[in-house]
C-alpha cells in the first residue's frame, strides 16, 4: 500500500513537501485569527454590552486654597441613584487595598444587573447580606483563607467575607482591570478616608448594562453626567469601553496586515503547488493514457486524482501543524487555539478545498486533451 502510495516517489514527496509548505502558511495565518478570535471573546467576556468611562475631577484645579471638595465627596456618592444597571467608582491611583501590591479596586456604587466578570466560585452576595462583603479576582486567590467553613480576605486590616472570585483578565490600560470589587455600603471610616484622599486627583465612574437598550442607557447616563456637574466636579472625559484603543487599533492592524501578507504567500506557495502538480501528473501519463484507453471517463479520473490528493493533503497538513507547533514553541509565537473550533474547521475545510482545487487545474487539464489511440501511437514511436 506504501509503495502504491509512493509509486512516483520522488514527484510526489515533491509534491506533499510543496502542500506541507503551503498548509504551513496557511496555519500561521489561522493562528493571527484565533489570536483576533480570542482577544475579542475575552474582551465580551469581561465586559457589558455597553460600557461608559466617565472621567471626572474638581472645578478648582490650580486654586491656591487647594481643593475644597474632597469633604463633599461622600455626600457626591449619595446623589448617584442608579435604579438600573452597575455603577462603579474607581481612580488612576490605588485607594482601598494597599497591601496586595497596588490592586486596582471598584467600589460598587449600585449593581442592578449581572456581574460582567466570570466566575470561578460563588457569585455576588445577596443584598440583604452585602454588608462586609467584597468580590475578588483570582489574582488575589493567594490572600484568600478559610474561616470557620467561609471564605475571607483581610483588606486594610479589616475581614471581608470574600462571596465569589472571578477570572482575572488584564487589557494594555491597567485601570481597566478589577481585582476588588467591593461595596460602598461596606466601607469603613477608614477606606471612605482613603478614597476622599484621593479626590484631590481625577476619578473615574464606570457605568455599564447588558439589560438595558441603548436609548435607556444614554438617558440614564446623561442623567449621572447632570449630577457630577451639580456635584461641583467637572467631567473630564467620557469614553466608550467597548470601543478599541488606539493601541489596540495598531495591534489589530498589524496582525491583519500580517494575514494579508501571510495570504499573499499562500498564494505563491499554492502557485508552487500547480508547478509541481505538473511534474507530477507527467510522471504518470503513461498510466492514465492506459486508464483512458481502458474507458475511464473524465470523471472517473477526476475522482482518482481527488482519492490520491486527500492522501497527500492529509498528510502534509499534519506535518504542517507539527511544524507550526514546533516554531510556535521555538520562537514564543501564538499557535491554534483549541477553543476556536468553529473557526479552525470552517477555515481548514475552506483551505482544504482550495488546495485540492488548485492541484486539480494542470492534471485535469493534461487529461482532457489525451487521446487514447493518439497516445498509445506516440508510445509506439
Known sequence: MIKKFFREKYSTLLLIVGLTLSFFVAVNT????????????????HSYDIEYDMHFGTTDEGDEKGYEYADKLESFIDTLQCKSGNLFLYGYFNFIGDGFGNPVTYVALSINEEFCEKFIWGGLPDKEAIENAVIVSENLKGY??????????????????VTGMYESYFEENSTKDMDICIFYDC????????????????????????????NEFQENFNKLKICVENGNYQ???????KEPSAKNNLLYAKLRLNMIFMYVVLGFTLINCMMISDIWVKRRYNEFVIRRTYGYSLIDMVMLLIKDLSGYIGCALAAAVVLQTLYAMAFGKTHIELTCIRTNVTYLLCIVAVILCVNLIVPVCQIRRILPAQSIRKQKK
Open 235 to 241: 467631567i473630564e472625559e467620557i469614553s466608550n469601553r
Open 30 to 45: 489561522l493562528s493571527s485569527l484565533n489570536k483576533l478570535e480570542k482577544e475579542q471573546n475575552n474582551k465580551n467576556r
Open 144 to 161: 484568600v483563607y478559610d474561616l470557620a467553613g467561609e471564605k475571607y480576605i483581610d483588606i486594610e486590616s479589616s475581614p471581608f467575607k
Open 187 to 214: 466601607l469603613n471610616e477608614e477606606m471612605k478616608d482613603s478614597i476622599k484622599e484621593k479626590a484631590d486627583y481625577l476619578l473615574k465612574i464606570l457605568y455599564g448594562s447588558s439589560e438595558l437598550s441603548a
